[in-house]
């Protein structure tokens, strides 16, 4: 709102400043700062709502004897988290961009099946929601995903070089045919300009504009277009569908190369059979993800410090994904509508950084599953969405550590029962943060450890776009 705001205020009274509205690198910042501010704003109030409805933690008997403290500290805070994320959002978030409200959507969606969750533990069931329905709303997660990207073109289309409003972004390409800078479109040939109607452009299309009207200094030029450039041209100035890029992604540490979902040696799968795959892809990862997340939640200030840092990463990705220059140089899929991504992962690090604040040791509150099965679902989907999934066991390392040791526990306790009569454990207790806290590290020692860790991870999932 505030972005569409500068922007209005730039073109029609050209007040200083205002163009910043249009630069991804000032609203993710904005973001960012929005969503600390809010965040710090509302925290105190939320914490005391909470307290005062007893929405306190109970601690696991087996856990350890440290833990004993954290009894009755508010817990379900992962609505300060989804306040302050979904403000700063909606405040300098691009509104029509379909990349934002796919992640909106599935921020309000997975947190609201957390609240669920966390509701239920304190007014009917320690165990929460069962198990059965929270997998349930999980696979309702996923298919929101997969539908909005099977049916929304923007997820699969270029970008277009010219706005609404017909103003035209000069390439290359339209400069070689008689474009200029400045340029805006009237008219598609006889008829007049509307972005609607011919974005994005399909080759199959048996109509090849021959030639287009602008407006150019207070003129209008006609440009012709010879016929063997028709349709390369229009597919340049309203963008061109390419549904192929929805099953790619890219491949690590190896050039030129992407994993194409569906496709296996020569052989190509029906669509169908393409979408069922891709859509099992990503209930699978938003599934891992956002259990693993919840499985890292265990100490105060550790999800919340790696999810900041995920968010970080991801974000950064979704800039070069975004921008043709840098997609280019780093060899990976161009996505041109993905640098809104950008600014929902800013406004994501701003409410961790929030929330962080009253979650750090000894922590004020708790996220619940209210945030942690919000934050790792939105993990999840933004490594989808960026082409970067095969990369989440760098961005995602802590959490995929933690799940893993979990996995790992609980076969080799149940293979040594079965086998010795008595169940034997390869760690003091897991999850992994457990088990460095009762081989004697503080519980703080612990978190910045596996920050430290965290940030080591995702430096490698950088260098990974190098090293090829």
Known sequence: MLAELMRWLEEHYGLPGMRLGYYISFRTLMAAFTAVVVGWAIGPAIIRWLRRNSFGETIRSEGPASHASKKGTPTMGGILIALSLLSAVLLWGDLQNAYLWALIGLAIWLGGIGLIDDWLKRTRSKKGLPPRLKVMGQIGGALWLTLLMMAEPRFYTTRPSVRSDGKIRLSPLLAKVGFQRGDKLLQVEQDTFSLAAWSPYSQTNSKTPAYYVVSRADREVRILISPELRQEIAAELFGIENREVLFR???????????????????????????????????????????????????????????????????????????????????????????????????AVGACIAFLWYNAYPAQVFMGDTGSLMLGGLIGAMAIMVKKELLLPLIAGISFAETLSVIIQVAYFRYTRRKYGEGKRIFRMSPLHHHFELGGWHEVQVVIRFWIVALLLNGLAFITLKVR
Do not use: C, M
């Not at 070069?320 to 220059?325: A, D, E, H, V, Y």
């Open 249 to 347: 992604t890219n491949l690590p540490f190896i050039k030129d190369q992407q994993i194409v979902y569906g496709r296996f040696g020569s052989y190509e799968a029906p669509y169908w059979l393409r979408v069922l795959l891709y859509g099992l892809v990503i209930l699978f990862i938003l599934t891992a993800t956002s259990n693993a997340f919840n499985l890292t939640d265990g100490l105060d200030g550790l999800a919340t410090g790696v999810g900041a840092i995920a968010f970080i990463s991801l974000g950064s990705f979704a800039y070069f994904s975004s921008n043709r220059i840098w997609a280019d140089y780093f060899t990976i899929l161009y996505l041109p509508h993905a640098a809104e991504i950008t600014v929902f992962a800013g406004a």
